[in-house]
């Protein structure tokens, strides 16, 4: 059970990576619970809810066009079996540049069996401060 | 319930930010999980295990000196009343820097009925690449 819970959330998010890297955000939309909320470092402040999740998401429908990925050592953490803390690092290649990022994605089991998103943190691996 | 969680959540929360501001570490070390998990920005990959973020901190005791922090617009998605998703800013003070921060926190009840932390993401507000 636990082993397959992980697999099913790590497809999950890789399908939905994939997508999001050619510029379509809709796999991850799809994931995204109500009462979703989302941190990325090129934000002064956590985004709350579906609807402001949907309105950053269309204005860089298109402008994200990653050549190549990896997820790297993925981990999930299961709850209860109704729970699931997914981590891992992700390297991107966008043109030149190289861009290593850390996420965060919590998925809950809705009542109907399908897993969503409640919460996302994105960072990037040792940047510089300002 | 939700209420009571909320508020408890974000007291244990509070209560080992100001103690780790003040360069002590014992009181996360008390709140995490033996399975935990952990990002910050200095690090390139995740830390996996108690015992590894014990040698971190360890590291850090006595290191961490902020004059003053603000916990801001902290939010707590409870899951089945089994776990609790604790997101949240902070800015903090410490000699003449100034810290922003987007912190997430797992937290989950234990038999027992103690909340322990089984996942950390840090990460700094619009920091810069390299």
Redesign the interface.
Known sequence: MERTIKQHIIALEKAALEAWNEGNPDAYMELYAE?Y?Y?D??????L?GYDAIKAYYDKLRGQINVDKFAM??P?V?I??D??A?L???LHAHERDDF??W?C?E?Y?RQDDGQWKI??T?W????????
Chains 1, 2 share one sequence.
């Open positions: 009462d909320t941190f470092p090129s934000l002064d402040r956590r709350d790297l050592n981990e953490q709850i209860n109704s729970a803390v981590s891992f690092n861009y290593r850390n965060t919590v809950v409640i919460h943190h960072s990037y691996i040792m940047p510089m401060l300002r």
